[in-house]
């Protein structure tokens, strides 16, 4: 099957420890990103890749790092600095303007 | 767990009637946009597309309209079902923002059988 996979679908973590979360796609697309969704919120921009070993930051990265060392893989870390990080967050992957997304990840830190 | 739709615009229809969402999008120089569905929990799901060089496009079930002078897209589903329930976004793109999409906040479309 093509498509992009976010793992694990649910991730609980304790304040002030880092964590990765995963996301992989064999769709062959050059761009990916990363989005955060909060409750009755758009979609907010993290940080997107348009090639491999090349990345941006998007409009909400303080707190966040990527690393795009293959081109099938983009894993988000969501460092003890983002002060808020509980969140559904979503990876995306592109060819041209069509976006595709996985099924998301839902983080809880307490 | 959370929804994605707390706290949004909502549209409930009846099972069999036709449903239309709204969407105003911020920028006039925006050439391509898209809808999207969500369910809850999961990623949102490609439905249809347009560019500003069309006023209405066709998939199944579904048509999206664009009206650039007041910088409107809607999206109409016919004969809505249930399974149709969920949130439903709009995303523009322009040239020059590197493919980077602004995302509406959605609306939540609950279909009564």
């Known amino acids: 099957d093509g498509g992009i996979t976010q793992s694990p679908k649910y991730l609980f973590r304790k304040e002030g420890q880092n964590v990765t979360l995963s996301c992989e796609q064999n769709?062959?697309?050059?761009?990916m990103y990363w989005y955060r969704q909060d409750p009755g919120q758009g979609l907010r921009l993290i940080y997107y890749?348009?090639?491999?070993?090349?990345?941006q930051k998007g409009d909400i990265a303080e707190g966040y790092s990527v690393s795009r060392e293959k081109k099938e893989s983009f894993p988000l870390t969501v460092t003890s600095a983002q002060k808020n990080p509980t969140a559904f967050y979503l990876c995306?992957?592109?060819?041209?303007?069509?976006?595709?997304f996985g099924p998301g990840t839902r983080l809880t830190v307490t | 767990g959370e929804s994605v739709g707390l706290h949004l615009p909502t549209l409930s229809v009846q099972e069999g009637d036709n449903s239309i969402i709204n969407c105003a999008y911020s920028?006039?120089?925006?050439?391509?946009f898209i809808w999207y569905k969500q369910e809850s929990g999961k990623g949102p799901q490609f439905i249809i597309d347009?560019?500003?060089?069309?006023d209405k496009r066709q998939g199944q079930r579904v048509t999206v309209l664009l009206n650039k002078t007041v910088k409107h897209l809607s999206l109409q589903i016919a004969a809505t079902q249930p399974g149709d329930s969920a949130v439903y976004f709009c995303?523009?793109?322009?040239?020059?923002?590197?493919?980077?999409?602004?995302f509406g906040k959605g609306t939540l479309l609950t279909v009564n059988p």
């Open positions: 995306a992957s592109s060819i041209a303007d069509e976006q595709y």
């Open positions: 769709l062959n697309h050059d761009a």
């Open positions: 890749s348009q090639i491999v070993n090349d990345f």
């Open positions: 920028n006039s120089a925006s050439d391509y």
């Open positions: 347009i560019r500003s060089n069309m």
């Open positions: 995303a523009e793109n322009w040239a020059g923002s590197n493919y980077k999409l602004t």
